[in-house]
């Protein structure tokens, strides 16, 4: 039995990863051509985000018809090979479930609209408070009121996302029955596991307006989660101990990630939360521009650590998806120490306890493209941003500075297989623009490289599938105070492992509590080591791994 705490997720974004017929959008049959570039990373897993019928207006999070392939990428048969050759690599497939909204061109909502009480009741229509005034005055994560009039029914539907991603009711167990036969099908169509998109929003609790914030408290982590998360197990992946799950947990607690994700398996395998994440941003404001806080950067992520494990709790444990910027980018330094900097931070994820998940690209240092006129940007947040921020005030200058930090579009470039034209990801016009940094930053390249930022995690993975301290020791934040350093120390069974790594581009020098010479280095980014008695130099984002048995 594969144990997913041994393993490895690597996700694709298929639209981003490889296109076969040149029309510029990635497609299933790239991912099949890709499974052994997959299979040479070494990883156990791939996590698929959507690829059934969608309009796009958010990549595929607007689901149209769950049970067919959107024809931009592929086919059934397509899905089904590329489930069958992953399965001969060893590699099985997590499909993204997104359950909390469809979009508006779904079958149900259609019939909603159309007044048909059966499937209204699949949605959460309301009345507004009086005429023009929606019912609560809560906020779509995508910029605007989360409530969208409909004139012939006099009603609002709730959207927490774009106005075309409706919010499905979970009060009604019609809908709970549909969701469970979407689980089904796809299982027997040879899916491997599950990653469920913002699953901790399904409940909703009071429909109140929110004084002191955007209304995510009524929602969040609602009254049901647990008890739908049970039914759900219970009635689709739960009956079948192979299948792995993931939720991602949008602004929820720890408190609430000891159930979701906790030992008796009685909801999800594990969790994706983000507070790590926000450490660059004001509060819950992330179109602002503030330097990242690697005190609170550490201070979250042990104390996640620290506290998951006290309740046999198990993270899936990241930095990069294609919601977020490029991690070299954002916490590393492209400029001066672009190859130390993205191993060291690979490094710190896959060395912690909980499932590592590498985004495409992640592995081979990709960055941020640096996109200056809004034509570049294709990601419905990002373009709404914009127009919202400069509606506030900020200049079009500043509005870019700002996405060009947090777009979502920072990710979703496409993958830099050569240093060609479009990076080999096309041979038309890729549907967003390649980064330039391709000549370089490719797949081709770091392959043949012994030194590269691939072959770096590539043994990554391979560490933890040889030493189990990884996947099962316990976790201790050492010096969680060193104003540069990011340290800790994994235990299991009598065995050690110290992970040091220098966060910045300043030589450091870091103290121990004991002698380090009597440990073997399992991996590092320099050539050698600086370690004397119970000292290390570290040079700029030198990262060491040590081990003693
Ligand atoms: O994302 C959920 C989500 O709330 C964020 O990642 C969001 O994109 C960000 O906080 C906005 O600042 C999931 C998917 O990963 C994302 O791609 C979808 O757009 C979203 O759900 C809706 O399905
Ligand atoms: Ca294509």
Not at 43 to 62: A, E, K
Not at 259 to 273: I, N, P, R, T, W
Not at 381 to 409: V, W
Request: glycine share 8%.
């Amino acid at each position: 039995m594969t144990d997913f705490r041994k393993s490895v997720v690597y996700q694709i974004y298929p639209k981003s990863f490889y296109d076969t017929n040149g029309d510029g959008l990635g497609d299933l049959r790239g991912v099949i051509e890709k499974l052994d570039y997959i299979k040479e990373l070494g990883v156990d897993y791939i996590w698929l985000t959507p690829f059934y019928i969608s309009p796009q207006r958010d990549n595929g999070y607007d689901i149209a018809d769950y049970y067919h392939v959107d024809p931009r990428y592929g086919t059934m048969e397509d899905f089904e090979e590329l489930a069958a050759e992953a399965k001969k690599r060893g590699i099985r497939l997590m499909l993204d479930m997104v359950f909390n909204h469809t979009s508006t061109e779904h079958e149900w909502f259609q019939k909603a609209l159309q007044g048909d009480p059966k499937y209204k009741d699949y949605y959460i229509f309301k009345k507004g408070k009086e005429p023009g005034v929606p019912p609560t005055n809560w906020e779509s994560k995508f910029g605007g009121n989360a409530w969208e009039y409909v004139e012939d029914l006099d009603e609002y539907y709730l959207h927490l996302f774009d106005v075309t991603q409706a919010d499905l009711n979970w009060e009604n167990p019609q809908v709970r029955k549909e969701v469970q036969e979407i689980i089904k099908f796809w299982i027997g169509k040879g899916a491997g596991g599950f990653r469920f998109d913002v699953v901790n929003l399904i409940s909703k609790g009071e429909f109140k307006d929110d004084y002191e914030g955007d209304g995510r408290r009524f929602y969040t982590d609602g009254p049901k989660i647990h008890e739908y998360l049970r039914e759900l197990n219970e009635a689709t992946f739960g009956t079948d101990a192979e299948l792995v799950t993931v939720g991602e947990m949008s602004s929820t607690t720890l408190e609430n990630c000891y159930h979701y994700a906790g030992e008796d398996g009685k909801e999800l395998s594990m969790v994706f939360s983000f507070h790590h994440l926000k450490v660059d941003f004001m509060g819950n404001e992330k179109w602002v521009i503030v330097p990242f806080d690697f005190q609170k950067l550490k201070d979250i992520i042990f104390d996640w650590q620290v506290k998951m494990a006290e309740h046999k709790a198990w993270n899936a444990v990241f930095w990069c998806n294609h919601d977020q910027p490029r991690v070299v980018s954002r916490f590393g330094n492209v400029k001066n120490y672009w190859k130390e900097s993205a191993k060291m931070l690979g490094t710190v994820v896959h060395c912690l306890r909980g499932t590592p998940y590498i985004y495409q690209g992640e592995e081979l240092g990709m960055t941020n493209p640096g996109f200056t006129r809004i034509e570049q940007y294709k990601d419905v947040e990002s373009r709404n941003h914009f127009r919202i921020l400069q509606e506030k005030g900020l200049s079009e200058e500043n509005a870019y500075q700002i996405l060009q930090i947090h777009s979502r579009d920072n990710s979703r470039t496409p993958m830099q297989w050569d240093e060609t034209k479009n990076a080999g990801f096309t041979t038309g016009d890729p549907w967003i623009e390649v980064t330039k940094n391709h000549s370089y930053i490719n797949a081709k390249a770091e392959l043949e490289d012994p030194d590269s930022i691939f072959q770096h995690y590539k043994k990554l993975v391979q560490l933890r599938k040889d030493y189990d301290i990884i996947a099962y020791g316990d976790i201790e934040p050492l010096d969680q105070k060193n104003p540069s350093v990011f340290a800790y120390r994994r235990t299991y069974q009598g065995e050690e492992m110290y992970v040091i790594n220098n966060f910045y581009g300043k030589e450091v020098t870091w103290k121990a509590d004991k002698d380090l010479t009597e440990f073997c280095v399992l991996l590092s980014n320099y050539q050698d080591t600086m370690i004397h008695g119970n000292q290390v130099t570290l040079r700029p984002y030198e990262s060491i791994v040590l081990h003693k048995k």
